[in-house]
């Protein structure tokens, strides 16, 4: 059986997620904000390639076996080291109630918002709100899980039209901040197959400013 859509994006952007806060925490101790630029490049190929290679196998691939057959690798935007930014993580400290979030197949997820990201992007103040899944908190090694779900002025017009993810941890109690890259922001599984309830980013979530960063569209 399957993994759920978003269990399995989940488990694949940990796998993904570990050197670049690795690169945080170094050079953070160093007087820096972000990791070094040639350091933040290395990271996002890794990134990449781990996602392409996902996408070839058939046991965690959303692509059919005619389309793996014929699959040479994702479609990414150039790397660009301005999209990587460091956020201000403000967590919610009112006991804030679960709301239904709508699923591009009709159903709902139960989520809770754990916080929201402050950050800038071209001289302009930005916010993204980030949930957690319910469903994911009672499961296993999911308990810390964050969800980044956004749309962007891209979305449509060389990005999937239904947004794109982004996945983190909670950070220790003593950290406010976040690495936020969209050059790792990566496709819900729906946009390669119809048979998967992707969880479609809330209006909140929906930025006024183009981000071409991460996974394009071919679709």
């Known amino acids: ?17 570990c050197l670049l806060v690795f ?62 930014v460091v956020a201000k993580l403000v967590r919610d400290t009112a006991v804030v109630l679960p709301f239904a979030m709508p699923t591009s197949s009709g159903q709902v997820h139960q989520y809770r918002k754990y916080g929201e990201l402050r950050f800038e992007l071209d001289g302009q103040p930005q ?29 449509g017009h060389g990005s999937y039209s239904g947004g794109r993810y982004l996945d983190f941890r909670i950070p220790s109690a003593g950290m406010t901040t976040l690495l936020l890259d969209f050059n790792r922001a990566y496709n819900p599984s729906c946009a390669y197959s119809p048979g998967y309830a992707c969880p479609i980013p809330p209006p909140e979530n929906r930025l006024a400013i183009a981000i071409p960063a991460g996974v394009q569209s071919d679709h």
């Open 1 to 17: 059986m399957r993994k759920p859509a978003l269990v399995r994006a989940f488990i694949w952007g940990m796998k993904t997620t």
């Open 23 to 84: 690169l945080l925490l170094t050079f953070g101790a160093r007087g820096q904000n972000r990791p070094l630029t040639a350091a933040h490049a290395q990271a996002v190929r890794e990134f990449q390639q781990q996602l392409n290679h996902e996408f070839s196998d058939p046991a965690e691939s959303p692509l059919s076996a005619v389309e793996r057959a014929a699959f040479k690798g994702l479609p990414f935007y150039p790397v660009a080291y301005s999209y990587c």
């Open 127 to 155: 916010r993204l709100f980030v949930y957690q899944s319910l469903a994911l908190l009672q499961k296993p090694g999911f308990a810390d899980y964050l969800f980044v779900p956004f749309t962007d002025l891209t979305n």
